[in-house]
């Protein structure tokens, strides 16, 4: 016999194929690795993308004036790569040519506050104590 388990709302009841604590367990790591939202300064646009012949980094805040990418592949040089707001809307993102590697970044907001990528997930302590985000290019 083919039990269905139910889980019931107010309004509605969802039929579910998996255990309830195997259901709360999926959600529970799916909010860790942010799937709901962000957890930057103000949105949940921000994060980073590997594309084909590098990345393409993003970073939101509505409030910065400017924020630039520094990182091991740039000898964290706080001026050389600015990231664009192209519409106004928050979003800055720049894209960078990278070849397969493992990458420590930050982004500098208004030119004084380092920030690691709210949106990755992987991290490395960055010996101030703090943490620097990580990118990791694979072989093609």
Not at 57 to 75: E, H, I, P, Q
Request: aromatic fraction near 12%.
């Amino acid at each position: 016999m083919n039990k269905k388990r139910l889980f019931f709302s107010r309004t509605t009841a969802v039929r579910c194929p998996v255990p309830p604590q195997t259901a709360i367990a999926l959600f529970l790591a799916a909010a860790a690795v942010g799937c709901f939202g962000g957890t930057g300064r103000n949105a949940p646009r921000d994060g980073l993308e590997i594309v084909e012949g590098g990345v393409i980094f993003r970073y939101y805040d509505k409030d910065a004036s400017r924020v630039n990418l520094v990182g091991d592949f740039n000898n964290w040089s706080p001026r050389a790569d600015a990231m664009v707001d192209k519409n106004g809307d928050g979003e800055w993102t720049l894209f960078y040519t990278l070849s397969p590697g493992v990458y420590q970044y930050k982004f500098i907001v208004d030119g004084s506050h380092w920030v690691s990528d709210p949106r990755n997930p992987d991290k490395l302590s960055d010996g101030f104590e703090g943490e620097n985000s990580v990118v990791r290019i694979p072989l093609p």
